[in-house]
């Protein structure tokens, strides 16, 4: 089956821990992406990347980092987490760009306490 | 003026009546626009494409006004199941980023 997935879909943490959020596709996608999504601001783009070790910062990049080692993986990783990252986080990713259909992953809801 | 702007709603309509929605985009040279179809916090599905000047797919018509700089969604004979929130979606940043609106809330009841 063709999809998106997020690992973990829950999580609970506390401030300046360390954390990663998985993010894979099975449909060999070359474009991927990052969102948040919080009550009255929509969807944030994170981080994009193009294709594989091609990277590069969408609307909301601060406190984030990613890499994109293989095609089919696209972590999301925080450093130093603070409570202002509480949100729902959303991977995506689509054929080659932006004119196709973004699939997206069931989303990852995090909390930083 | 943001990017993208939707009116959030909610559009509260009885099952079987049509209702359209409207998403206003500043960035003029935009080709493509997405609507998105989102259900309780669940993750956004493609509900339709529009690369000229519309879109049809059933009971839904997107239409694109460029001279107006506008999208919208027009739903026919609304159903129970077609409450969620519905996403306007335009690339930007040169094509490589893309910039969703906040979403336009639709109740359709009994």
């Known amino acids: 089956e063709a999809q998106v997935t997020q690992n973990p879909r829950y999580l609970i943490t506390v401030t300046g821990k360390k954390l990663t959020v998985t993010c894979s596709q099975n449909m060999n996608h070359e474009y991927m992406s990052w969102y948040r999504q919080d009550p009255g601001l929509g969807l944030r783009q994170i981080y994009y990347?193009?294709?594989?070790?091609?990277?590069d910062k969408g609307d909301v990049p601060e406190g984030y980092k990613v890499s994109r080692k293989e095609k089919r993986n696209f972590p999301l990783i925080l450093e130093s987490p603070s409570p202002n990252q509480t949100s729902l986080y959303f991977c995506?990713?689509?054929?080659?760009?932006?004119?196709?259909?973004?699939?997206f992953g069931p989303g990852t809801r995090l909390t930083v306490t | 003026r943001k990017e993208v702007e939707q009116d959030p709603g909610p559009f509260n309509v009885p099952e079987g009546a049509t209702v359209a929605f409207n998403c206003t985009y500043s960035n003029s040279a935009s080709q493509s626009f997405f609507w998105y179809r989102q259900d309780c916090r669940k993750e956004p599905k493609l509900l339709m494409s529009v690369y000229s000047s519309g879109n049809e797919d059933g009971r839904f018509t997107a239409q694109l006004n460029r001279a107006s700089q506008y999208i919208s969604l027009l739903i026919r004979d609304s159903k129970l199941s077609d409450s969620a929130t519905y996403l306007c979606?335009?690339?930007?940043?040169?094509?490589?980023?893309?910039?969703f609106g906040t979403g336009t809330q639709l109740k359709v009841e009994l």
């Open positions: 990347s193009m294709n594989v070790e091609v990277t």
């Open positions: 979606v335009v690339p930007t940043g040169g094509g490589n980023k893309l910039t």
């Open positions: 995506a990713s689509s054929l080659t760009g932006l004119a196709y259909e973004q699939y």
